[in-house]
C-alpha cells in the first residue's frame, strides 16, 4: 500500500519576464484565463485531487497570490449589500480552510529543483505533489486525479509526459523509456533538455508531478546543471534504481501559459468550453478569420 499524497508544493517565485510589462507588478500566476486566474486553476486541481495542505513557494512582490485564496471582507460585504449572490458565492469558493495554506521564500533564483527543496520542510518525509501553473491542462478528470489513480497502483515518482517534435526536445525534460504500453511509461533515465541528436526520446515532461521525499537528499546537494540552475529533472533521475519511476500520457489537453500564443490559445479553448461564452466567442473568432 502506498503513502497518501496529501501535500502539493506550487513554485511561484518566477519573475513572468516574457509577459513584461503584465507582470512588472502582478504575479504572472495571477494572469486570467477568461475570469479566473491561472493559479486558481491549479489549486482547483489540486483540491480536486484529494490534496489538503498546498505550500507556495513565493518571491518577492507575490503575496497577491496569498490573498486570492483570503477574503475580502470589503469585497464580499458590497456584493451581499448589492444582492450579488452568484459573484459572492464564487469569491468565496476561492477560500481554503484555516492553515491549508502556507509558503515559503526562494531569495534566489536558483531553478525548479532549488524552489521544490525550498519546501522540504513543510513535506518532511511524506510523498508530494508539485504543480506549476504554468502548464494549464484541459482534463476531466483533472490532471494530478489522474496521476493519482496511477500512483495507488504503481508507488514511486511519478510525472505527467507528452510528446513533443523531436527539434523541441531541448526545452524538456526527456524520458530514457524502458517500458512503454502507450499510456504509461517506465523510465531507466532523464535527461534535462537534450538536444534533439542525443534526447533518448521525445516523451517529455510537462508541470505535473507526484515525487517521494527521498528527492530532497538530492536536491539538498545544491548540484547546477542546464543552464546552471538546480534541476529538478536531476535530482529525479538520481532516485531511479531505488524508486519506480512512471511517466503519464494524461488524457487532456495543455496549454503552455508560459507563452504568448499559448495563453491566448488557452483563453480561446476555455471560452468555447463555456455555455455563457462559446456562441459568442465562435462569432468573435469568425470576424478575425
Not at 38 to 52: F, K, S
Not at 134 to 144: K, N, R, S, T, V
Not at 165 to 172: G, I, V
Request: charged share 25%.
Amino acid at each position: 500500500m502506498v503513502n497518501t499524497v496529501r501535500k502539493a508544493v506550487f513554485p511561484v517565485a518566477g519573475l513572468g519576464t516574457r509577459f513584461l510589462p503584465a507582470t512588472k507588478a502582478m504575479p504572472k500566476e495571477m494572469l486570467p484565463i477568461v475570469d479566473k486566474p491561472l493559479i486558481q486553476y491549479a489549486v482547483e486541481e489540486a483540491r480536486d485531487a484529494g490534496i489538503e495542505e498546498i505550500i507556495f513557494v513565493t518571491g518577492r512582490g507575490k503575496a497577491v497570490l496569498l490573498d486570492h485564496f483570503d477574503h475580502s471582507f470589503e469585497l464580499e460585504q458590497v456584493l451581499v449589500e448589492r444582492g450579488k449572490d452568484d459573484a459572492l458565492s464564487q469569491v468565496q469558493d476561492v477560500m481554503s480552510k484555516p492553515g491549508q495554506i502556507t509558503s515559503t521564500r526562494q531569495q534566489r533564483p536558483l531553478g525548479l529543483g532549488h524552489a521544490v527543496w525550498c519546501a522540504r520542510h513543510f513535506i518532511v518525509d511524506e510523498p508530494f505533489a508539485v504543480l506549476l501553473a504554468d502548464d494549464l491542462i484541459m482534463a476531466e478528470p483533472g490532471c494530478l486525479k489522474q496521476m493519482m489513480d496511477v500512483y495507488a497502483e504503481t508507488g514511486g515518482n511519478i510525472v505527467a509526459t507528452e510528446e513533443v517534435p523531436p527539434e523541441h526536445t531541448d526545452r524538456y525534460g526527456i524520458l530514457d523509456v524502458v517500458e512503454d504500453d502507450g499510456k504509461l511509461a517506465r523510465a531507466k533515465g532523464l535527461v534535462e533538455k537534450p538536444s534533439p541528436d542525443e534526447a533518448p526520446s521525445n516523451l517529455c515532461i510537462i508541470g505535473r508531478y507526484i515525487l517521494q521525499a527521498d528527492v530532497f537528499d538530492y536536491l539538498g546537494k545544491q548540484e547546477s546543471g542546464a543552464g546552471g540552475e538546480i534541476q529538478l529533472t536531476d535530482a529525479m533521475a538520481k532516485t531511479i534504481g531505488d524508486i519506480p519511476f512512471h511517466g503519464l500520457r494524461f488524457d487532456g489537453r495543455r496549454f503552455d501559459c508560459g507563452d504568448k500564443l499559448g495563453f491566448l490559445e488557452a483563453n480561446i479553448a476555455f471560452a468555447l468550453a463555456r455555455d455563457d461564452l462559446k456562441d459568442g466567442t465562435a462569432d468573435m473568432l469568425k470576424s478575425y478569420v
